[in-house]
């Protein structure tokens, strides 16, 4: 592991890491060796693909020849006539759906600037020769600069806010402008959004009445008790992940999943992890594991004697679950009732394009700042997920707020979102090598108390939702666990992001899922085999889960009670440490 230079490290390495720090902050964490790595690759080897220039020129010709058609076509029609585009925008791409842009000169611009899109990309994929990483890369560079300048991004280019100017006389644009200073004025203050203020936790978000039981250097306890006159006889421990607030469970009353698990009778116990600062830059996976996951996993079964667990981890809080599972399997420690993994990978051999940023050279970059800071900074994650959605993060509320003059209205997802947090050095170190680059976990690497894990040892019932535009941790990635364990897997698919999709409550007529279960022992159906196969069903995921932890439950009992000897209650839930900016 890269841990922080101490005094004793020689003077070389220390020269280095300051370097490759300095480089990191003017770089925005992008290692720009990598990226001429990346693009080295690809044009050497396409300066020796004659086939393929071959090819890439034919199609610019073939693209400027439908272009040329298309022009004169839309010319010579009239306004009301429908001509056929040279390229249909792709079903996902909402940049040109208003009316507007059908008309002339626009749309031969939207038109040209997607055959520009189209050539691009067949020219960054299928060079014999590039590493696939590096075609990824390249492929992802050609497509942030494209997107600086696309026709929908620029005052004099797009239409609709053209329009907006000429009606509104300007107006439109000076707000715009004063959204920008405000913007600006807020990040060099290192201040929220704009409506944040709005969902204060403990307030607004995170008001499901609880009670902190447990208080330790890595994370805090919240004990939930059930609504109703009688409990399920199991709890339910939630483990969250360490890089966002635990309230993403507990936003507004009506989407959260913790007041929806109490008021249908369960005991809920939920992780809620501190926000590291320099003194915990030592903090590592194993003291997540100890004094996060096995820590409350004590004070649960102190709490709650005599019974198992109902498990539940979202993202990589569902990661570190499967690795607790795994070495509580082997070791023989019969304590959980069964697993539920929300949008949380086990495998990481395709993890999406969150690998974009994940190499050695990356990770040299983010080693060094951490060394210096002791810890990853929240803008950095944030920064990695708003390149991957360019588009819905960033170009499109720039458009809105600054050229259409219109703030986009915040919702507590929202404002959740923009309350990051931040990662000890060591840890997200460890994590990203362990994990990401090296794929120990699925590869029966991973250490635990000094020996490896075995996923495939694990034999409790288990419960996995993967979402169906999640981009960080895309549900095929999600779905490997089927080839890991023979264990019996229920598999709920549900539209939405990795967080619209979790928090689904009952009730959005939009929301659908497909669900199947496999039974313990049987086949491994691939995830598009899958995807044909399973049966939809309308609404949300929650009430099945819920149904599928009943079938898994004793008869219901008395509400336990709230903290027990050695545990007790010490703060009002939100507690302290997710109020820590």
Known sequence: MHDAPSPATPLAERIDT????????????????????????WAMHLASSPGKRI???????????????????????????????????????RRFA?????????????????LTQQWWDAATHGVTGVEKHHENMVAFAARQLLDVFSPGNQLVTNPVVLQRTLQQGGANLVRGAFNAVDDLQRMVADDPPAGTENFVVGRDVGVTPGKVVLHNDVMELIQYSPTTAAAHAEPILIVPAWIMKYYILDLSPHNSLIRYLVDHGHTVFCISWKNPGYEDRHLGMDDYLQLGFHAALDAVSAIVPRRKVHATGYCLGGTLLAIAAAAMARDGDERLASM???????DF???GELALFIDESQLS????????????????????????????LL????????????????????????DATRMPAKMHSQYLRRLFLDNDLSGGRYPVGGKPVSLSDITLPIFMVGTLTDHVAPWRSVHKLHHLTTTEITFALTSGGHNAGIVNPPGNPRRRYQ???????????????????APSVEGSWWPAWLEWIKARSGKPVAPPPMGARGYKPLADAPGQYVLEK
Not at 25 to 38: D, I
Not at 98 to 113: G, L, T
């Open 340 to 346: 539920t993994l929300l949008a949380a990978q086990t």
């Open 515 to 533: 669900i199947r279960t496999r039974p313990a022992g049987g086949n491994y159906e691939a995830p598009d085999d899958w995807l044909v196969s």
């Open 55 to 93: 090819e890439l020129a034919n199609l610019a010709v073939r693209q400027a020849q439908e272009l040329a058609l298309y022009a004169i076509e839309r010319m010579s029609a009239g306004p009301d006539r429908q001509v056929r585009l040279a390229v249909p925008p792709p079903a996902q791409d």
């Open 18 to 41: 300051l370097f490759r720090a300095t480089m990191a902050r003017g770089t925005l964490s992008l290692s720009p060796v990598a990226m001429l790595q990346a693009a080295s690759d």
């Open 98 to 114: 208003a009316p507007e842009w059908q008309n002339w000169p626009f749309n031969y611009m939207h038109q040209a600037f997607l």
């Open 395 to 418: 170009w499109s509320r720039m458009v809105n707020e600054y050229l259409l003059g219109d703030r986009t209205p915040m919702n507590d997802l929202m404002a959740w979102n923009a």
């Open 349 to 351: 051999s395709e993890p």
């Open 365 to 392: 970059l983010l080693e060094a700042q951490m060394a210096q800071t002791g810890y990853l900074k929240a803008g950095q994650m944030a920064g990695a997920f708003q390149m991957l959605r360019s588009y819905d």
